[in-house]
């Protein structure tokens, strides 16, 4: 498992290779590099050479191999997760958790050492044939050449009790006290420590909200749309629209992402939203707004088409590292890898207007004329723009939050125990949920209504009702399934959706 861990001040540290000690001078960066590395590899093609990791970091000490296949190690040992047993070699991948290490050998075994007051460097005696491991705080997994997964170790939140009848994975990892799989199916199953929703595996694009329609992804990457259809904005194409990831709702117009990183677009083209730039691709999110459209490339960068009277188009230049997007009705937001917001477009109530200073931001959503923002903690959000309904206005109790979203007079906020919180204008029971509404995963919102999806994936909806888009298909389910795509998603936004 690699953590986000980085050695303050880049002390020297002591190396254990098994034969003698050195002084390594580390960047304080360089987990952080590595922890990103990783997650690109999960997004690669399954069928593509499978790419060992060479270095990893745990809680307070590092592990790396030589290309003769000896292990190295550096940092805490003071429970003997540094010193390597005697006689390890044929390493081709390594795993550090809290405290405790692991090593998978070329003949498919796997050697731990370390912590081990719960199991996790007890490797199970039967266990050969491992092509991947990864470590948590104190588990450990191991992924097997058929497909299967095992896990041993610390078991309190069941982050060791493997799913029943897991296969077609190829490939893991292990968070403090969770643990996912990815499927040769592009599909990621999750168990463990829920608390936060770290295992609520609902990706964002699969519910969309525009101002009369909505828009619903299924697991086999249909589109379902219902709702005002005056332009054509629920005339799903039935044709070259397969492999979609992810869906957004504009004003008038709706957008779909393919999982080979093309966009499609349908619906009132009077302002050209739905015009395509010419070569478009790379795309890892798409966001609609009234009248305008924007994609999310993998490379950061930000292509946006449509209405320009308000700026909507002029996307600040320079503009670079940014792991997501979204539209209001003028305006535009973009989340920067460094959880800073950048925004442009219309300014007539604000809503462009970031407050000075705003950081460690992990979702943002842009209202009509309001804009909004989580923080990484989900225990605060700030809001900014059209106020009179008090849309901007965040409770005091605001805490717990997973996601937000944003409509004209109202906001929403998901929080980590699967309810939801709403505040502003109540017109149309805007603010006024369905009675017994809980176990939610995801939320949208339209100008005038409201979209929540169950961890049963069975969709509600609520508020102004005049153009059918609350009335939810009667058959309608999304699954309970998370899709990575296979290719061109950048690392920031698979650690949001991986959040």
């Given amino acids: 498992m690699i953590r986000n861990t980085s050695l303050r001040g880049g002390p020297a540290a002591t190396v254990y290779t098994g034969c003698k000690s050195a002084k390594l001078k580390l960047s304080p960066h360089i987990f952080s590099i590595i922890f990103l590395a990783?997650?690109?590899?999960?997004a690669a093609d399954v069928g593509e050479a499978r790419q060992h990791v060479t270095v990893a970091g745990g809680g307070s000490h590092g592990l790396g191999i030589r290309v003769d296949g000896m292990v190295v190690a550096w940092g805490n040992d003071i429970y003997g997760q540094c010193k390597i047993p005697a006689g390890l070699g044929g390493v081709v991948e390594v795993a550090a958790g809290s405290s405790h290490s692991l090593a998978l050998k070329s003949d498919g075994t796997v050697v731990a050492w370390g912590y081990n007051p719960w199991g996790q460097c007890n490797v199970p005696g039967d266990l050969n044939g491992v092509v991947a491991v990864a470590a948590g705080e104190d588990h450990s997994?191991?992924?097997?050449?058929?497909?299967?997964?095992?896990?041993?170790?610390?078991?309190?939140?069941?982050?060791?009790?493997?799913?029943?009848?897991?296969?077609?994975?190829?490939?893991?990892?292990?968070?403090?006290?969770?643990?996912?799989a990815l499927k040769s199916d592009g599909t990621v199953v999750a168990w463990g420590h829920n608390y936060w929703g770290q295992c609520n595996l609902r990706p964002?694009?699969?519910?969309?909200?525009?101002?009369?329609?909505?828009?619903?992804?299924?697991?086999?990457?249909?589109?379902?749309?219902?709702?005002?259809?005056?332009?054509?904005?629920?005339?799903?194409?039935?044709?070259?629209?397969?492999?979609?990831?992810a869906v957004s709702a504009g004003g008038r117009h709706s957008l779909a992402l393919k999982s080979d990183g093309t966009v499609k677009a349908w619906g009132s083209h009077d302002e050209g939203q739905c015009s395509i730039p010419v070569g478009?691709?790379?795309?890892?999110?798409?966001?609609?707004?009234?009248?305008?459209?924007?994609?999310?490339?993998?490379?950061?960068?930000?292509?946006?088409?449509?209405?320009?009277?308000?700026?909507?188009?002029?996307?600040?230049?320079?503009?670079?590292?940014?792991?997501?997007?979204?539209?209001?009705?003028?305006?535009?937001?973009?989340?920067?890898?460094?959880?800073?917001?950048?925004?442009?477009?219309?300014?007539?109530?604000?809503?462009?207007?970031?407050?000075t200073g705003l950081w460690r931001v992990v979702a943002a959503a842009?209202?009509?004329?309001?804009?909004?923002?989580?923080?990484?903690?989900?225990?605060?959000?700030?809001?900014?723009?059209?106020?009179?309904?008090g849309q901007c206005s965040v409770p005091a109790s605001f805490s717990g939050a997973l996601a937000v979203a944003a409509g004209t007079y109202h906001s929403l906020a998901l929080k980590s125990n699967g309810t939801v919180t709403a505040w502003g204008g109540d017109y149309e029971?805007?603010?006024t949920f369905p009675a017994g509404l809980s176990d939610v995963t995801a939320v949208s919102s339209g100008l005038y209504h409201s979209l929540a999806v169950k961890s049963d994936g069975t969709v509600v909806a609520w508020g102004e009702d005049s153009?059918?888009?609350?009335?939810?298909?009667?058959?309608?389910?999304?699954g309970i399934r998370f899709r990575v795509p296979k290719k061109g998603i950048s690392p920031g936004v698979l650690l949001l959706l991986l959040n």
């Fill in 280 to 355: 478009l691709n790379g795309a890892v999110a798409v966001a609609a707004g009234g009248y305008h459209s924007l994609a999310l490339k993998s490379d950061g960068t930000v292509v946006v088409w449509g209405d320009n009277t308000r700026g909507q188009r002029n996307v600040p230049a320079g503009l670079s590292d940014v792991i997501a997007v979204a539209a209001g009705a003028y305006h535009s937001l973009a989340l920067k890898s460094d959880l800073t917001v950048v925004a442009w477009g219309w300014n007539n109530q604000g809503q462009i207007t970031v407050p």
């Fill in 467 to 478: 153009d059918g888009k609350i009335d939810v298909p009667a058959s309608l389910n999304l």
């Fill in 38 to 42: 990783v997650f690109v590899g999960l």
């Fill in 366 to 389: 842009a209202g009509a004329f309001h804009s909004l923002v989580l923080y990484f903690d989900g225990y605060n959000a700030s809001a900014w723009g059209y106020n009179d309904d």
């Fill in 141 to 180: 997994i191991a992924l097997k050449s058929d497909g299967t997964v095992r896990a041993w170790g610390h078991n309190y939140h069941g982050e060791s009790t493997v799913p029943q009848g897991l296969n077609n994975v190829v490939a893991v990892t292990a968070g403090f006290s969770h643990s996912l």
């Fill in 429 to 431: 029971g805007l603010c």
């Fill in 204 to 245: 964002a694009g699969t519910l969309a909200g525009g101002w009369g329609h909505s828009l619903a992804l299924k697991p086999n990457g249909a589109v379902v749309a219902w709702g005002d259809n005056t332009y054509g904005q629920c005339n799903v194409p039935s044709t070259a629209l397969s492999g979609v990831v």
